[in-house]
């Protein structure tokens, strides 16, 4: 009896998958695709910023990098002027000690105003005149602050530089308010890392030029 044949296309059937699973792709021998890390588009560090020597400095144009130098340098050269013998500062001493007689009563309005600010919920005023009104009590605050400091920098000489690591923040977020009000703060403190470190520079060859 001749069987063989239903075993031979058995055969067959088999080794035609055979040959279709030796020719099929190994999917389980692909190796995943990992995202490649393109450096090019990594900001790279001069030598400089490399070792902190310079801080890094967002591009910008120089319209905007010399108003931006203007800012921060308005608040430390009134400072400077006015507190120092670079400018004024004998002459503001000498009209400090003879109107040292008010310095009781700055004091007052100034809690007088922080406590008006406060008791009536200032940072809630929506309408313009409340918010004109609001930002007239903080510039009198600004300004009475400052008075007090040169007041008591005749007794207390450091008394200034405290007042002034607190004004300096204070003044570069007040004119991001005025002049760059739609822009976010992380955006505007990056842009503020080239202009500061130049008008470092030039206050220190300032100093170096007076003493010379």
Known sequence: MYTSGPLEGQNLSTRNLSTEDETAPLV?????EYPSKNNDTQPTKSFMEAVYLVPHMEPMCATKF???SVICAILPAIFILALSNLGFGEEVITWSRRYQSYHS???RCIIGIIAFLYLFDAEKWKSSFASCFRFLLCSILFLSVGLLAVFISVDHPHFSLCVFSVYMPIWLYGCKYLFYPRKSTNDYVIWLSGPLFLVGWLIIFAWVFWTA
């Open 28 to 32: 389980h021998d692909k190796s995943p």
């Open 66 to 68: 010399f108003r931006l």
């Open 105 to 107: 009563l700055l004091e």
